[in-house]
């Protein structure tokens, strides 16, 4: 039976997707930027349904990015499986440099990370030869006719040391396009496979792919590349690039790679930054032809309830370059927040959050601003948020939304009655536009007395264009999480609905 690939594949924050097969089992990881844990593993058996199994980097030592600035940290991984133990290669950009983890089980626990030193570039990748001789392959910069270029490059190393045995040495640069990125080594029916993107992570995203008989090179382009772009085309997932190639269940040859869905008229902003795509691609005369990426979202509600009885955090929830528990505390179906006198608009927010799954989404939690100030909030970064605040005031509560927007702010207010109180906020794409001017989205933040919705109030209707990764400038994605910036906030029973038509 052929394998159904649905688009997206793994919805939400999670670009630069690598992914590896072994035996029938499929694992997928992510970058991560600034959240720890850092590093998300789905895994599938038949490729079409995606359960996130845990992160490779659940402790802060792994990583070390609590003094990265945005926007750096954990960029572009690559999976593999070697010798019977899975590998992770990365770069933290800012921090450690390019690291490999290793784990016998890809759920974890991951290794605390081997440096390979002296490496300069970005979005390693890690192949072995038949001889056991094990490249990075990676992008860097090189010097041509006086020129400093960026250009795919290879060191081999000894990856139990970290310690580069040979190079650095250029192999390819790609069609002329700008940034020739994202490289990734394969061998295949006598060639070694050189895939890199290229054209840049926005609209100009690209994928091309050389050969050569040596994993050295010399590397020769495919007469076709870029073999794969949405650009300058109308198609609903735009961005394509970054590509991983792995055989599927059904025997063909597939590809993840990341992709954005920009909604409204334009359509031009892309609400959840870059998520995971995958298309199919086919051999002719030993190169790939890939079919265009089309979106065929699962029909179905992913939801997630969170009555914060267990001791430990689900592997989703995410914080602020530090780990989840450092910013908050479970007990007896309480979530604590206490704020350590950091904000939302600073690198270290008292926050925990959850990426953002569907266009379409819906999250609810109870909370309790008794004892302090807090709330909701859709964060890309700490210069970019849409907020729902709460607390307590001798008259009742005090309820803020906030539009934070790159030193931007807008504020709107609304009063409930004191005592425990149900905030919500709704992300939903503007179906029914009519001009440019509308909203390409509502993002609209309520709240009401616990156990009494007829009591809701609206406190304000944003427009999510400006919290979308083309008006950010990001490279993360919406991340939806409970924050604390004054005393202690508590949280009881979150819930999210999302779904992506
Ligand atoms: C990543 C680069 C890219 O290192 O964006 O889309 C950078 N491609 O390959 C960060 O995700």
Same mark, same amino acid.
């Given at each position: 039976?052929?394998?159904?690939?649905?688009?997206?594949? *793994?919805?939400?924050?999670?670009?630069? +997707?690598?992914?590896?097969?072994?035996?029938?089992? $499929?694992?997928?990881?992510?970058?991560?930027?600034?959240?720890?844990?850092?590093?998300?593993? %789905?895994?599938?058996?038949?490729?079409?349904?995606?359960?996130?199994?845990?992160?490779?980097?659940?402790?802060?030592?792994?990583?070390?990015?609590?003094?990265?600035?945005?926007?750096?940290?954990?960029?572009?991984? @690559?999976?593999?499986?070697?010798?019977?133990?899975?590998?992770?290669?990365? @770069?933290?950009?800012?921090?450690?440099?390019?690291?490999?983890?290793?784990?016998?089980?890809?759920?974890?626990?991951?290794?605390?990370?081997?440096?390979?030193?002296?490496?300069?570039?970005?979005?390693?990748?890690?192949?072995?030869?038949?001889?056991?001789?094990? $490249?990075? !392959? $990676?992008?860097?910069?090189?010097?041509?006719?006086?020129? !400093?270029? +960026?250009?795919?490059?290879?060191?081999?190393?000894?990856?139990?040391?970290?310690?580069?045995?040979?190079?650095?040495?250029?192999?390819?640069?790609?069609?002329?396009?700008? #940034?020739?990125?994202?490289?990734?080594? %394969?061998?295949?029916?006598?060639?070694?496979?050189?895939?890199?993107?290229?054209?840049?992570?926005?609209?100009?995203?690209?994928?091309?792919?050389?050969?050569?008989?040596?994993?050295?090179?010399?590397?020769?382009?495919?007469?076709?590349?870029?073999?794969?772009?949405?650009?300058?085309?109308?198609?609903?997932?735009?961005?394509?690039?970054?590509?991983?190639? *792995?055989?599927?269940?059904?025997?063909?040859?597939?590809?993840?790679?990341?992709?954005?869905?920009?909604?409204?008229?334009?359509?031009?902003?892309?609400?959840?930054?870059?998520?995971?795509?995958?298309?199919?691609?086919?051999?002719?005369?030993?190169?790939?032809?890939?079919?265009?990426?089309?979106?065929?979202?699962?029909?179905?509600?992913?939801?997630?309830?969170?009555?914060?009885?267990?001791?430990?955090?689900?592997?989703?929830?995410?914080?602020?370059?530090?780990?989840?528990?450092?910013?908050?505390?479970?007990? #007896?179906?309480?979530?604590?927040?206490?704020?350590?006198?950091?904000?939302?608009?600073?690198?270290?927010?008292?926050?925990?959050?959850?990426?953002?799954?569907?266009?379409?989404?819906?999250?609810?939690?109870?909370?309790?601003?008794?004892?302090? !100030?807090?709330?909701?909030?859709?964060?890309?970064?700490?210069?970019?948020? $849409?907020?729902?605040?709460?607390?307590?005031? +001798?008259?009742?509560?005090?309820?803020?939304?906030?539009?934070?927007?790159?030193?931007?702010?807008?504020?709107?207010?609304?009063?409930?009655?004191?005592?425990?109180? &149900?905030?919500?906020?709704?992300?939903?794409?503007?179906?029914?536009?009519?001009?440019?001017?509308?909203?390409?989205?509502?993002?609209?933040?309520?709240?009401?007395?616990?156990?009494?919705?007829?009591?809701?109030?609206?406190?304000?209707? &944003?427009?999510?264009? %400006?919290?979308?990764?083309?008006?950010?400038?990001?490279? @993360?994605?919406? *991340?939806?999480?409970?924050?604390?910036?004054?005393?202690?906030?508590?949280?009881?029973?979150?819930?999210?609905?999302?779904?992506?038509?």
């Amino acid at each position: 039976m052929s394998t159904e690939l649905f688009n997206p594949l *793994v919805p939400g924050f999670n670009p630069d +997707p690598s992914v590896v097969r072994v035996g029938e089992d $499929y694992y997928l990881v992510t970058s991560s930027f600034e959240y720890l844990p850092g590093l998300p593993v %789905y895994h599938s058996t038949d490729f079409e349904s995606w359960e996130q199994i845990g992160n490779v980097a659940t402790r802060a030592e792994q990583l070390e990015i609590y003094d990265v600035p945005t926007p750096f940290g954990v960029f572009a991984p @690559t999976i593999r499986h070697h010798d019977g133990l899975f590998h992770v290669i990365v @770069t933290v950009v800012g921090g450690r440099g390019c690291l490999i983890f290793t784990a016998a089980d890809p759920a974890g626990e991951w290794s605390d990370g081997t440096v390979i030193e002296g490496l300069q570039g970005i979005d390693p990748d890690l192949a072995w030869d038949e001889h056991g001789n094990a $490249y990075v !392959t $990676y992008c860097g910069s090189s010097e041509a006719n006086g020129e !400093t270029r +960026p250009s795919i490059l290879q060191v081999q190393v000894d990856v139990a040391s970290g310690t580069v045995l040979e190079g650095p040495r250029p192999l390819w640069s790609g069609t002329g396009l700008k #940034n020739p990125e994202a490289p990734h080594l %394969y061998q295949r029916g006598g060639f070694w496979y050189l895939l890199i993107a290229e054209g840049g992570t926005e609209r100009g995203h690209a994928v091309s792919i050389a050969r050569s008989t040596s994993p050295e090179g010399p590397f020769e382009g495919s007469p076709s590349n870029p073999f794969l772009s949405a650009r300058s085309t109308d198609r609903p997932i735009q961005n394509t690039g970054h590509g991983d190639i *792995v055989e599927l269940p059904d025997g063909s040859t597939g590809m993840v790679l990341l992709g954005m869905r920009p909604v409204g008229l334009m359509p031009a902003f892309s609400p959840l930054g870059r998520e995971t795509f995958a298309t199919r691609l086919e051999w002719v005369d030993g190169w790939p032809v890939a079919e265009p990426v089309t979106p065929n979202a699962r029909q179905e509600t992913i939801e997630f309830h969170d009555a914060f009885t267990a001791e430990s955090f689900d592997n989703g929830w995410v914080a602020v370059r530090r780990t989840p528990s450092e910013v908050a505390s479970v007990k #007896n179906g309480d979530l604590v927040l206490v704020a350590d006198g950091e904000g939302l608009d600073d690198p270290h927010p008292t926050f925990l959050g959850r990426r953002q799954t569907g266009l379409t989404a819906k999250v609810s939690v109870e909370t309790d601003v008794s004892r302090g !100030t807090g709330g909701l909030s859709l964060r890309f970064d700490e210069h970019h948020h $849409y907020d729902l605040e709460a607390r307590s005031t +001798p008259q009742g509560v005090r309820l803020l939304a906030r539009a934070r927007l790159a030193g931007i702010q807008q504020e709107w207010h609304a009063d409930l009655p004191a005592g425990p109180i &149900i905030l919500h906020v709704t992300a939903m794409p503007n179906a029914g536009q009519g001009s440019l001017a509308e909203p390409v989205e509502h993002v609209t933040f309520t709240a009401a007395p616990v156990g009494d919705e007829s009591a809701a109030v609206t406190v304000a209707v &944003i427009d999510g264009r %400006y919290l979308s990764a083309e008006a950010v400038l990001s490279f @993360t994605g919406r *991340v939806l999480g409970l924050y604390c910036t004054e005393g202690a906030v508590t949280f009881r029973g979150f819930s999210s609905v999302s779904t992506n038509a």
